[in-house]
T-cell receptor, first 117, second 114 residues
């Protein structure tokens, strides 16, 4: 199956700092990338959808100025958590899908665990 | 709106037992259906999928059949192993109405004991 990577896998930062998480599709061109947040023992919550070269579409209740998403190329999307606070600590997972046949399938990255102190 | 309902967990089985995790859905349009698996501390991996009614998805001994008449996509495995211990998510995607965004069930924790 298709491969999606995330970096870093784990990050610890101080409150008030910004953290950037990268999501890359390694063997296909991702026309759309999704960013999710997952709390312990819960399902995934979609935060935003980004299409290459256009602004991300945020889900209701997600602050776009706090969670900056950039999808500058067909293989890379970034999520920047600005001025992070302890309540932003979570597991962030990206997914990607291509175009054409099979585009109904999303391929997930391994996730990034963020801990804000 | 679209929704997915999974059987509540956690599910605990002995090795070589038969596994069923129920999943039912409601959707506008014609959904594709998926099972994803999440191992501890990791992201989600696609386990299997079915894109139209009566399709059977299968992988690693797991199977699920897309039943339009009962709006179900139950996951089954004939003989589970300790390594199958994980959280299993049922999901659907309706391209026409949602741009292929996934709607997830709540997840079912499976623990397989030796």
């Amino acid at each position: 199956g298709a491969v999606v990577s995330q970096h870093p896998s784990r990050v610890i930062c101080k409150s008030g700092t910004s953290v950037k998480i990268e999501c890359r599709s390694l063997d296909f061109q991702a026309t759309t990338m999704f960013w999710y947040r997952q709390f312990p023992k819960q399902s995934l919550m979609l935060m935003a959808t980004s299409n290459e070269g256009s602004k991300a579409t945020y889900e209701q209740g997600v602050e776009k100025d706090k969670f900056l998403i950039n999808h500058a190329s067909l293989t890379l999307s970034t999520l920047t958590v600005t001025s992070a606070h302890p309540e932003d600590s979570s597991f962030y997972i990206c997914s990607a899908r291509g175009s054409g046949k099979g585009r109904e399938t999303q391929y997930f990255g391994p996730g990034t665990r963020l801990l804000v102190l | 709106g679209d929704s997915v309902t999974q059987m509540e967990g956690p599910v605990t089985l002995s090795e070589e037992a038969f596994l069923t995790i129920n999943c039912t859905y409601t959707a506008t349009g014609y959904p594709s259906l998926f099972w994803y698996v999440q191992y501890p501390g990791e992201g989600l991996q696609l386990l299997l999928k079915a894109t139209k009614a009566d399709d059977k998805g299968s992988n690693k001994g797991f199977e699920a059949t897309y039943r339009k008449e009962t709006t179900s996509f139950h996951l089954e495995k004939g003989s589970v192993q300790v390594s199958d211990s994980a959280v299993y998510f049922c999901a659907l995607s309706v391209s026409e109405t949602s741009g292929s965004r996934l709607t997830f069930g709540e997840g079912t924790q499976l623990t397989v004991n030796p």
